[in-house]
Nanobody
């Protein structure tokens, strides 16, 4: 089992940047594929990006490709989401999640979730 805690959210102007962090508890972080998702008010939670256990392979949603970058530091039990060129439509609660199975776009493949961190982008 792993517990996840996100941080780094906040208020930023359009065009700005934020870096989210997700720290995992336990000593098995490197066994998990990690993903970032977001949920805007009134919308379903959506996949953004995922990364393999070693960090060698990533998978991005088209909506964030070229603007967001995922990375991980297994020594620090942390996965990051660097978000650049932010837009008002990026406003949402951002969640990290852990999967034992694969680099997946499906929410149901992720067994563990953080509590989320709010990102608000003003125009």
């Amino acid at each position: 089992q792993v517990q996840l805690v996100e941080s780094g959210g906040g208020l930023v102007q359009a065009g700005g940047s934020l870096r989210l962090s997700c720290e995992a508890s336990g000593r098995t972080f490197e066994y998990y594929f990690m993903g970032w998702f977001r949920q805007a008010p009134g919308k379903e939670r959506e996949f953004l990006v995922a990364i393999t256990r070693s960090g060698g392979i990533t998978r991005y949603a088209d909506s964030v490709k070229g603007r967001f970058t995922i990375s991980r530091d297994n020594a620090k039990n942390t996965v990051y989401l660097q978000m650049n060129s932010l837009k008002p439509e990026d406003t949402a609660v951002y969640y990290c999640a852990a999967s034992r199975g694969a680099v997946s776009v499906s929410l149901s493949d992720y067994a563990y979730w953080g509590q989320g961190t709010q990102v608000t982008v003003s125009s």
